[in-house]
């Protein structure tokens, strides 16, 4: 990424701080039904939100695409020649098919949804810092580092958002237009702390930051399934390995003790939360067994320990592979509403 962006855009007052725009979905002439990830799961929860009355096409925040420019901050040019290659795309994207499909296909039916997500986590990361929260209805793709993509992640879109803000923000010191007052100490402007409660192990972006101590990363994950990257687990500071079937109590427990610990031992200028629901009961991939009441109290969770500490939060839909998750996020979502911790156009800022 150069001096500038176009991807950080001011929103007004009357916007919600909430993320999407209809091109993040994957349509493929039916051959994205060929894998176990809805491709059309952000489009889902957007409509849920619509229905709700929370966003509309006036107060949802769309974000632009990511450009070969932006992507090069973290990504070499010869990765992203790679992505030239429909059969290395197959690779990531774990549909065999798409080995047979002309490259400008791909592009334009894969990779360009995920530049479009890929922005929007990184002007997430921007909305944050301004109205103390932001979700973006997309991203989250943590098996992806600067140098090799999988998992169906191609671009590394939190450790692009994470490095934007320590480019573009070195100094930021406070949330602007925002509703939370911060508490007296004043946080390291350099220092984030990324939270993974996604059912895999975020790898990619911890071969990404395995050698830099101002990410703190917390990771609580399914041990027994992909990606088994030994390496990456270096860079966990807050490591929770879980066995397969683990269910709400024991989930919750453990996740809520981990983070108040992780948030002693660590001051944080904004968490980055990636918030997969592949952990939901009957999430062959996931292989856990919370129920939906809980994962909408495990959102409660984390965006209640950052807010009452004052500390941005920036949520990233991420992994979920059954049809009923995305009602489960825009009913998480409204939860949080409903419970204060996130904020309307208008009514709740300066």
Known sequence: MTASTNLYINISKEQWPIVYRKEYNVNFMGLEKLHPFDAHKWNNVYKFLNEEGLVNEKTVVVPKEASKEDLLMVHSKKYLKKLNCSVYVAKIAEVVALIFVPNVLVQRAYLKPMRFQTGGSILAGKLALDRGWAINIG??????????????????????????????????????????????????????????????????YQRDFKNNPAVYIMDVYNKWIYPWDSEA??????????????????????????????????????????????????????????????????????????????????????????????????????????????????????
């Open 233 to 350: 687990k270096a860079a966990i500071r807050k490591k929770v390995e879980l066995d397969f079937f683990i269910t709400d109590d024991f989930y919750l427990r453990t996740v809520k003790k981990c983070l108040v610990e992780a948030l002693a031992e660590f001051e944080p200028q904004i968490l980055v939360y990636n918030a997969g629901t592949d952990i939901l009961k009957g999430d062959k991939l996931g292989g856990l067994a919370v129920t939906a009441k809980g994962i909408i109290k495990r959102d409660e969770l984390v965006f209640r320990e950052a807010t009452s500490r004052g500390i941005p939060i920036v949520m990233l839909t991420s992994g979920g592979y059954l049809k009923r998750t995305a009602r489960i996020i825009a009913d998480s979502i409204t939860h949080l509403y409903r419970e204060g911790l996130i904020h309307g156009p208008q009514e709740h800022y300066f």
């Open 139 to 204: 991203g989250g793709f943590h098996h992806c580092c600067a140098t090799k993509g999988g998992g169906f992640c191609a671009y590394a879109d939190i450790t692009l958002l994470i490095k934007s803000l320590f480019f573009h923000f070195p100094n930021k010191k406070k949330i602007n237009d925002s509703k939370i007052i911060l508490p007296s100490v004043i946080h390291n402007a350099n220092n984030q702390i990324l939270v993974d409660l996604d059912a895999h192990q975020g790898n990619g």
